[in-house]
Structure formats: structure tokens, C-alpha cells
């Protein structure tokens, strides 16, 4: 095509038809520049079509994600609200507001409710990918991107008072551990070959549990904070059904 284009500018040098190559000579140009044009448009083209597939891709990891970890959280919520339910009901009995039940369901306080600890590992393995990939102007949805940072900020820096938790914990288990065995080997007994009979002691454990204020002070305060963490979860729990429903509505844009 090329050799072509070449002979017909040599016939018309030759022949001295000067006006007709110029006009001919620009008119090739413009052939070119559309020609590149049309390769830019192309290029463009697939390049866009290209980012969209990716931020589908993107999209999909996220939510996959985002559904895990609203499962994680239901399940630590869930169980933290026994936490308090139960560490409250302790405390009631400490001060007699309600009557003390059977020594088989005092431990069931102590174990599920002033024992207790719980926390949800929510995952950020999507968009600490998308971050790492240097992409991040792949999600074009510019409250999605505010809202994802706003969230996996909170997630990665705390957003519990977990330390304080912990160590009001570690103080009660201080505190009970000089009757603990007394009060768990009934239980645990069989597990070790022990029998299962009741012990004089155990009732000995439950008074000298009732009788340490400093173990109440302490489960007060955990209660407190367990309350305020799951009023936080709370709210980390609405961060990702918002940021569920726009994750759902650009996917169904891509489909």
C-alpha cells in the first residue's frame, strides 16, 4: 500500500502536476491522522473497557469481604450482648437486687458474662490488595472511596476499648483465683477422671465470690466498657450495611 501510495507522488513529480501532489500530499496526511485517531480511539477504548472489568473485579473482592465481616459481627454482637446481659445480672445478685440461683448457674455468669471476651476479626484483604495495587482511581464512585477509607481507618488504628477490657479481666481472675478450682471442678472434674460430686467447698468458693467487692468493682467497669464496645460495633456494623448497598448498586452497574 505503502509503495502504492509512493508511485502515484513519483507520477505526478514527474509529470510536473505540482497543485495536484500538494492537494494529494495533504490528503494522504489526513488519511494518516484519521488512521491514528481511529488507533488512539481503539486504544482508549479497550483501556476503559479494561479499567471497568478490573473495578468489577475490585467490587466483587470487596463485597465478598464486606459480607464475611457483617457475619463476624453479628456473631460477636450477639454474643457480647450476653456478656452484659449476664455480668449484669451478677451485679444484681452482688448488691440483692435478685436472688442468687443454684451454684451451677452462678458459673454460668461468671464464665459467659464476667469471663467473657469477644471480638471480630473483620477482614481487609480486598482493599488492602486494591491499595497495594497503586489503583485506587479504579473506583470511580467518589462516596464509595470516602466511605472505604473512613471505615478501614477506624478498623486498622482501634476502634475498641479492648486493653481495658482485658485488664479489668485479669483483675477479677486475680482476685477469684484462690477458690476458682473449687468452682469449675465439678464441672471439669470428669474431663481428668475426677468425680462429680458436689463439694463442700463449692459453696465456700460462692460466698468468698460474693464477699469481694474489689471483683464487682472491677466487673462493673467491665461492663461499662463492654456496653460502650458494643455501641461501637454498632456503629461499625452501619459503616458496612452503607457501604454494602453502594457496593451492590455499582456492581449491578457492571452487569
Partial sequence: ??????????????????????????????????????????????QHRNQLKQEHKILLSLKTDFLESKERLLETMFMQKNVVRKS???????????????????????????????????????????INSGNSELIRNDQLTKLLAE??????????????????????????????????????????????????????????LFKQDAFFGNLLSKTIVEKLRYNIQEEMLNHITQILSILNQEIELHE
Fill in 88 to 130: 449484669s445480672n451478677l451485679i444484681k445478685m452482688y448488691e440483692g437486687q435478685i436472688p442468687r440461683p443454684i451454684n451451677d448457674s452462678i458459673m454460668n455468669y461468671i464464665n459467659y458474662g464476667a469471663y467473657s471476651w469477644y471480638r471480630s476479626e473483620l477482614l481487609t484483604g480486598a482493599y488492602d490488595a486494591f
Fill in 151 to 208: 471505615y478501614f481507618s477506624i478498623v486498622k488504628f482501634g476502634f475498641e476499648d479492648q486493653e481495658n477490657s482485658m485488664n479489668l479481666l485479669n483483675n477479677m481472675q486475680n482476685i477469684l483465683a484462690p477458690v476458682i478450682v473449687n468452682l469449675r471442678l465439678r464441672k471439669n472434674g470428669p474431663r481428668i477422671g475426677l468425680d462429680t460430686l458436689r463439694s463442700p467447698k463449692e459453696d465456700f468458693a460462692i460466698d468468698f
Fill in 1 to 46: 500500500m505503502i509503495k502504492f501510495f509512493r508511485k502515484i507522488r513519483y507520477d505526478l513529480m514527474e509529470k510536473n502536476k505540482t497543485g495536484k501532489y500538494f492537494k494529494y500530499a495533504i490528503g494522504e496526511i489526513l488519511l494518516v491522522m484519521v488512521g491514528i485517531l481511529l488507533a488512539l480511539q481503539v486504544s482508549n477504548w479497550n
